[in-house]
C-alpha cells in the first residue's frame, strides 16, 4: 500500500503535525492549567494570553480554509444539531477537577511523558481506558441517559455552531461576521498587554499551535475526499485518540490508525526532540501511594469528563472553538470552574476557597 494512499497518508500527516505540537509546546513549556494557575494565583495572564491566541490561530486558520473550500468542519461531530449541554457542563467539570488533582491535561500528559515522565504514562493510560470504557464500555450505559438523551435539538438551525443559530434567529447570514468578532475580541484582549506584546516565543508558539489544529482540518477533509474508506473530519484531541492508541497498540488487527493517533504519537515524538533540544529529560515517578492514588483519580476523572464533554482543553477549547461550536465556551467554562475546584481543595483545603479572593500569594503546584 503507497503512502499516497489516502488511508496510510491521514495518520502519517498525524505525526508530522504532532512533531510540530509537540514540539512547539514543549520548547515553550504551554500548559493549560499552568496558564489558569498563573492567572488566579499570581496575576500573571501571558499563559493565558498564549493560550487564548493558539485557539483564536486556529478559529481564524480553519474559517479561511472553509472560505476556500479547503476544510470541513461541519461533518465533523463538532458540528452536530444536537448539544448535549449536560455532558458539557458536567463532563467539563469532571475534566476541570481532574486536571488539577493530575497538574495538566491529557496534552500535557503526552508533553511530559516526552520528558521522561513516568506519571504521565500512568494518567495517559488511565485515561484511555476510561475514555474507551465511558465511550463504549460499561460506562456508556449511564452516558446515554444522561447526556445523549438530554441533548438539545438545534435541527432548526441545521448545527449547534454559534453562526448558524444566530443566523436562523435572525434570517440573515452571520457566520462570518460571528467568527470574526470572535477573533477580533480575542486579539483586542491578548495584545492589549503591552509586556505580552514583546513575548515573542510565546506568540510564536501559539500561532504554529493553532496553526497546527487548522492543519488537521485541511488534512483529513484531504484525505477523506480521495479515500473509499471512511476517514473521519478532526482536527486534535487527547482524549479517547489516547484510548485508541492504546488499543491500536494492543489489538492491531490490520486496520491503519486515524489521524488522532497519529497526532498522539507525533505530538510525544516532538516532545521527545524538545526535551532533548532542552536538555530537559529526567526519569519522574509518584512520590508515595497517596500522590499515585491522586494521579489515578484525576486521569479517570479527565477521561470520563473528557468523552462526556466531547472533548478536552484541546478538543474543545480549540478544535471545537475553530468550529464555532456552542459546547466549546461552554466545556471550557465548566473546566475553568473545575479546575478552580480542584485547586481551592489542594492548595487551601477547601472548596469553598474558590469564593475568596487572593492575593498572589505562593503555592507549590502539583505541575511541579
Request: with cysteine; aromatic share 10%.
Amino acid at each position: 500500500m503507497s503512502i499516497l494512499d489516502p488511508v496510510v497518508l491521514t495518520p502519517v500527516l498525524g505525526v508530522l503535525a504532532g512533531c510540530v505540537l509537540g514540539f512547539a509546546a514543549r520548547a515553550t513549556h504551554f500548559c493549560t492549567l499552568s496558564s489558569l494557575e498563573r492567572h488566579w494565583y499570581a496575576g500573571d495572564s501571558s499563559g493565558l494570553r498564549t493560550w487564548v491566541l493558539a485557539s483564536v490561530c486556529a478559529l481564524i486558520g480553519t474559517q479561511l480554509l472553509v472560505a476556500f473550500g479547503l476544510a470541513d468542519p461541519a461533518a465533523s461531530f463538532y458540528l452536530t444539531a444536537d448539544f448535549a449541554w449536560t455532558g458539557a457542563i458536567a463532563g467539563g467539570v469532571m475534566f476541570g477537577i481532574g486536571m488539577a488533582l493530575v497538574g495538566t491535561c491529557g496534552f500535557g500528559a503526552v508533553l511530559r511523558l516526552g520528558g521522561g515522565s513516568l506519571r504521565a504514562l500512568v494518567v495517559l493510560t488511565v485515561i484511555g481506558l476510561s475514555a474507551l470504557a465511558a465511550q463504549r464500555g460499561i460506562l456508556a450505559v449511564l452516558r446515554v441517559p444522561l447526556v445523549d438523551d438530554l441533548a438539545y435539538s438545534f435541527d432548526w438551525a441545521g448545527s449547534q455552531s454559534v453562526g448558524d443559530i444566530l443566523s436562523a434567529l435572525t434570517g440573515l447570514r452571520l457566520q462570518e461576521a460571528v467568527a470574526v468578532l470572535f477573533a477580533g475580541a480575542g486579539l483586542t484582549w491578548i495584545f492589549r498587554s503591552a509586556s505580552y506584546r514583546r513575548q515573542f516565543d510565546k506568540i510564536g508558539s501559539a500561532i504554529v499551535i493553532g496553526g497546527v489544529i487548522a492543519f488537521g482540518w485541511w488534512a483529513t477533509t484531504f484525505t477523506a475526499a480521495r479515500s473509499f474508506y471512511p476517514i473521519q473530519i478532526e482536527a486534535g484531541s487527547f482524549v479517547v485518540p489516547v484510548g485508541d492508541t492504546i488499543m491500536q497498540l494492543i489489538t492491531y488487527t490490520g486496520i491503519w490508525p486515524d489521524y488522532g493517533i497519529g497526532l498522539i504519537v507525533g505530538t510525544f515524538l516532538g516532545a521527545v526532540l524538545a526535551a532533548v533540544w532542552k536538555r530537559d529529560i529526567r526519569w519522574e515517578a509518584c512520590d508515595d501511594a497517596r500522590e499515585l492514588g491522586r494521579h489515578i483519580l484525576g486521569g479517570t476523572l479527565m477521561g470520563i469528563g473528557g468523552v462526556m464533554a466531547m472533548g478536552c482543553t484541546v478538543g474543545q477549547g480549540m478544535t471545537g472553538f475553530s468550529t464555532l461550536a456552542l459546547s466549546a465556551p461552554v466545556v471550557m467554562l465548566s473546566m475553568a470552574f473545575g479546575a478552580r475546584l480542584g485547586l481551592a481543595w489542594l492548595f487551601e483545603g477547601s472548596v469553598f476557597a474558590l469564593f475568596r479572593r487572593h492575593g498572589g500569594g505562593q503555592h507549590r503546584s502539583p505541575a511541579e
